[in-house]
């Protein structure tokens, strides 16, 4: 391929520009036009068409594209401007712009239990250091009781985890898709089973509770066989990738208790719930239990972890020894620059009561779909970090596909669920909009998927024999 200049990569070039120089198999065909997208509309400058973005970039977009009160603030745009032009390396040299950034998040999203803070760039290596913030705290630990070799390396998981792609991460995710793991070398940590609840809950619940109690004993089981060689317990509170799998409030705080109990630290990854989805700013806020660590990323821009008081039982702990977590960027500045913004934004929008609110609304759309449906199952939420089951991957496949042909870009989780990733600044009117073009592709695949022709309903199709 011939050489090209910047003024003549134009959109029908772009698709073979990537081809020729990266694995571009399994993008999306569309080619985001970056000034004309606004909100949760996102245009192809390709084809001109406009998408309504449930997605959320993965999850990692927290107020939608070209927001207004970005684009009009001089005073931001002048900073972003500053961080974009030399890339700090954040580890040795302090810039009033991350100064800026670190009062802002720890006046709107760190909790009071959660005071010390380390900032790296990637969900994989927020998790991997919240892994080695507990290694050392546990380590030391067992230093103290008497032992002379290193004790505290190992990771106690969950079925259906998704932690990240690189280094420690590998040995924890296992979700339905094995080509994120497969063939690369991992670690034989203790994997518990998951007891995600099943909607309606009452329905359920004594069916939940049994399998809580067996994923509690295997954690106890594990704890015994592997005496003082767990350094944590982590969990996402509620599984993304995996499936979009909820825990009750009272699993959750059991496993809280076990770790009290057995001097290991509980961490829970939010990287995909964290920063409003669930209708508070971390999800565990709104669940009720207070982990010892978070990993966050995605709409936190930069990524990074947030520890509690307990890393303090040990004295020269990561974050009194310097350079014992660390890398060259620590983070990135412009990042930290556009997340100071955003945290203004869903401050003084109040985005988490909007969330709460458009979220309930979501909720009453997904049920109602429920039962007007026969092959929509389980619906689950909070905020709008909601989804919902169909009958089969290739079921939910072909409607995530016909969404798209639509108009409307949506995400799939776990074997056969359809998932929810809106930016937080998402309308009533455009979540009616997604929700009917999801209506119509559902009743149109009903008619037409074959497993099920011959029965008079897709749910006695579903319940029959065989």
């Given at each position: 391929?011939?050489?090209?200049s910047?003024d003549?990569?134009?959109?029908?070039?772009?698709?073979?520009?990537?081809?020729a120089?990266?694995?571009?198999?399994?993008?999306?065909?569309?080619?985001?036009?970056?000034?004309?997208?606004?909100g949760?509309k996102?245009?192809?400058?390709?084809s001109g068409?406009?998408y309504l973005?449930?997605?959320?970039?993965?999850?990692?977009?927290?107020i939608g594209?070209?927001?207004p009160?970005?684009?009009s603030d001089k005073?931001f745009?002048?900073?972003?401007?500053?961080?974009a032009?030399?890339?700090?390396?954040?580890?040795?040299i302090r810039?009033?712009?991350?100064?800026?950034?670190?009062?802002?998040?720890?006046?709107?999203?760190?909790?009071?239990?959660?005071?010390?803070?380390?900032y790296?760039a990637?969900?994989?290596l927020?998790?991997?250091?919240?892994?080695?913030?507990?290694?050392?705290?546990?380590?030391?630990?067992?230093?103290?009781?008497g032992y002379?070799?290193?004790?505290?390396?190992?990771?106690?998981?969950?079925?259906?985890?998704?932690h990240?792609?690189?280094?420690?991460?590998?040995?924890?995710?296992?979700?339905?898709?094995?080509?994120?793991?497969?063939?690369?070398?991992k670690?034989?940590?203790?994997?518990v089973?998951?007891?995600?609840?099943?909607?309606?809950?009452?329905?359920?619940?004594?069916?939940?509770?049994?399998?809580?109690?067996?994923?509690?004993?295997?954690a106890?089981?594990f704890?015994?066989?592997?005496?003082?060689?767990?350094?944590?317990?982590?969990?996402?509170?509620?599984?993304?990738e995996?499936?979009?799998?909820?825990f009750?409030?009272e699993f959750?705080?059991?496993?809280k208790?076990l770790?009290?109990?057995?001097?290991?630290?509980l961490?829970?990854?939010?990287?995909?719930?964290g920063?409003?989805?669930t209708?508070?700013?971390?999800?565990?806020?709104?669940?009720?239990?207070?982990?010892?660590?978070?990993?966050?990323?995605?709409?936190?821009?930069v990524?990074?972890?947030?520890?509690?008081?307990?890393?303090?039982?040990?004295?020269?702990?990561?974050?009194?020894?310097?350079?014992?977590?660390n890398?060259?960027?620590?983070?990135?500045?412009?990042?930290m620059v556009?997340?100071?913004?955003?945290?203004?934004?869903?401050?003084?929008?109040?985005?988490?009561?909007?969330t709460?609110?458009t979220?309930?609304?979501?909720?009453?759309?997904?049920?109602?779909?429920?039962?007007?449906?026969?092959?929509?199952?389980?619906?689950?939420?909070r905020?709008?970090?909601c989804?919902?089951?169909?009958?089969?991957?290739e079921?939910?496949d072909?409607?995530?596909?016909?969404?798209?042909?639509?108009?409307?870009?949506?995400?799939?989780?776990?074997v056969k669920?359809?998932?929810?990733?809106?930016?937080?600044?998402?309308?009533?009117e455009?979540?009616?909009?997604g929700v009917e073009v999801l209506?119509?592709?559902?009743?149109?695949?009903?008619k037409?998927y074959?497993p099920?022709r011959?029965?008079?309903?897709?749910?006695?199709?579903?319940?029959?024999?065989?």
């Open positions: 391929m011939e050489a090209v910047r003549q990569v134009t959109p029908d070039r772009v698709a073979d520009i990537f081809m120089h990266t694995n571009a198999r399994g993008m999306m065909p569309m080619v985001l036009d970056m000034e004309e997208s606004r949760v996102l245009v192809d400058s390709a068409r406009t973005d449930l997605f959320g970039f993965y999850a990692s977009s927290a594209m070209n927001h009160k970005m684009e005073d745009l002048e900073r972003l401007h500053l961080a032009l030399n890339k700090i390396t954040n580890s040795d810039t009033t712009l991350m100064a800026r950034f670190l009062d802002t998040f720890a006046r709107v999203g760190i909790p009071e239990h959660l005071p010390h803070s380390f790296v990637g969900g994989a927020a998790v991997e250091n919240a892994l080695k913030a507990a290694f050392d705290w546990k380590v030391r630990k067992n230093f103290r009781k002379r070799r290193e004790v505290g390396h190992q990771v106690m998981h969950f079925d259906q985890a998704f990240g792609r690189s280094g420690y991460t590998l040995s924890l995710t296992n979700t339905s898709d094995p080509r994120k793991t497969m063939y690369f070398p670690f034989d940590w203790p994997r089973s998951n007891p995600k609840m099943v909607f309606p809950v009452e329905d359920h619940l004594a069916d939940i509770e049994e399998r809580e109690q067996v994923a509690l004993n295997q106890k089981h704890f015994h066989a592997r005496k003082d060689d767990i350094a944590a317990v982590i969990i996402e509170p509620i599984q993304g995996g499936g979009d799998n909820h009750r409030r959750l705080q059991a496993l208790d770790c009290l109990e057995n001097e290991c630290l961490v829970f990854d939010e990287v995909q719930t920063v409003g989805a209708g508070e700013f971390w999800a565990h806020e709104a669940i009720g239990v207070e982990p010892d660590i978070i990993s966050f990323g995605k709409k936190t821009q990524c990074g972890i947030l520890a509690g008081r307990r890393i303090e039982e040990v004295d020269e702990n990561v974050f009194t020894v310097g350079s014992r977590i890398s060259t960027w620590g983070g990135n500045l412009v990042d556009r997340f100071d913004r955003v945290l203004e934004i869903i401050e003084e929008d109040d985005l988490l009561a909007h709460r609110d979220g309930a609304y979501l909720m009453d759309q997904l049920h109602s779909m429920q039962t007007d449906l026969d092959s929509v199952s389980n619906v689950r939420g905020g709008l970090f989804a919902l089951d169909l009958p089969s991957r079921f939910r072909r409607l995530l596909q016909r969404a798209y042909d639509e108009g409307v870009i949506i995400l799939g989780c776990g669920s359809v998932r929810f990733r809106t930016p937080l600044t998402v309308t009533r455009e979540l009616d909009m209506r119509h592709g559902i009743q149109t695949i009903e037409e074959s099920y011959g029965q008079s309903s897709l749910r006695e199709a579903l319940t029959s024999d065989g």
